[in-house]
């Protein structure tokens, strides 16, 4: 069996004020901060999260996404300040957000089939930080390009790495990049796709 990853599609150019939301969250988000970007529901883990960010308002981590749980995720973290829930975010005011993140956190509980969030982080430099369940940390052993973490004190020592260390996350970020370069572009799809069928072909003797 052949495995070729999908694409991610390239984000079409956006109008002047297409991007206004982030640029409003960024004014008033000054400074380093971590994102996590999902549905918000139990099976995401963000629960698992808050509790993390409560005990070190150092870090910041800023949340785009609703869902079933968003009530009980907000009541959750009432009182910690240095968690924003942004709700739901489109692409184009995503990627500033990815742009500037010191990581994107991954905490599911679920088995993720890839975890596209990695991916859309990987696309601008951007490492991820994520659970040892399912197809992440996979990606992040193949590609160099973050953390896994087991508990919550690896956890915060990723955060504290990234936090600590600027030029880590530029370490890290090019890593995941090249990784998205030779994986997940429309044009390393494409050329595996088509490589595939050359070689059935040449395998069974049929010209192309």
């Given at each position: 069996m052949d495995v070729i990853p999908y694409f991610l599609p390239d984000l079409p150019p956006a109008p002047p004020t297409a991007t206004a939301r982030a640029e409003t969250i960024l004014a008033t988000n000054p400074g380093a901060f971590f994102l996590f970007v999902g549905r918000l529901e139990k099976i995401k883990g963000l629960q698992n999260l808050i509790p993390v960010f409560a005990r070190n308002p150092r870090h910041?981590?800023?949340?785009?996404?609703?869902?079933?749980?968003?009530?009980e995720l907000r009541a959750l973290a009432a009182g910690v300040t240095n968690i924003v829930f942004l709700g739901n975010l489109d692409r184009h005011n995503l990627q500033p957000l990815y742009e500037r993140a010191l990581a994107v956190i991954v905490p599911s509980i679920c088995f993720e089939v890839l975890g596209q969030i990695i991916i859309e982080g990987f696309a601008v430099k951007t490492p991820s930080i994520v659970c040892p369940i399912g197809a992440p940390p996979d990606i992040i052993h193949e590609s160099g390009g973050g953390f896994v973490y087991k508990d919550d004190a690896e956890l915060q020592l990723a955060l504290d790495a990234l936090a600590d260390d600027p030029a880590l996350k530029a370490r890290l970020g090019e890593a995941g990049f090249q990784y998205f370069q030779r994986n997940f572009t429309r044009e390393a799809h494409f050329k595996k796709y088509f490589g595939l069928i050359e070689r059935i072909a040449a395998q069974r003797g049929v010209a192309l």
């Amino acid at each position: 069996m052949d495995v070729i990853p999908y694409f991610l599609p390239d984000l079409p150019p956006a109008p002047p004020t297409a991007t206004a939301r982030a640029e409003t969250i960024l004014a008033t988000n000054p400074g380093a901060f971590f994102l996590f970007v999902g549905r918000l529901e139990k099976i995401k883990g963000l629960q698992n999260l808050i509790p993390v960010f409560a005990r070190n308002p150092r870090h910041r981590l800023l949340v785009a996404g609703e869902g079933a749980m968003g009530d009980e995720l907000r009541a959750l973290a009432a009182g910690v300040t240095n968690i924003v829930f942004l709700g739901n975010l489109d692409r184009h005011n995503l990627q500033p957000l990815y742009e500037r993140a010191l990581a994107v956190i991954v905490p599911s509980i679920c088995f993720e089939v890839l975890g596209q969030i990695i991916i859309e982080g990987f696309a601008v430099k951007t490492p991820s930080i994520v659970c040892p369940i399912g197809a992440p940390p996979d990606i992040i052993h193949e590609s160099g390009g973050g953390f896994v973490y087991k508990d919550d004190a690896e956890l915060q020592l990723a955060l504290d790495a990234l936090a600590d260390d600027p030029a880590l996350k530029a370490r890290l970020g090019e890593a995941g990049f090249q990784y998205f370069q030779r994986n997940f572009t429309r044009e390393a799809h494409f050329k595996k796709y088509f490589g595939l069928i050359e070689r059935i072909a040449a395998q069974r003797g049929v010209a192309l």
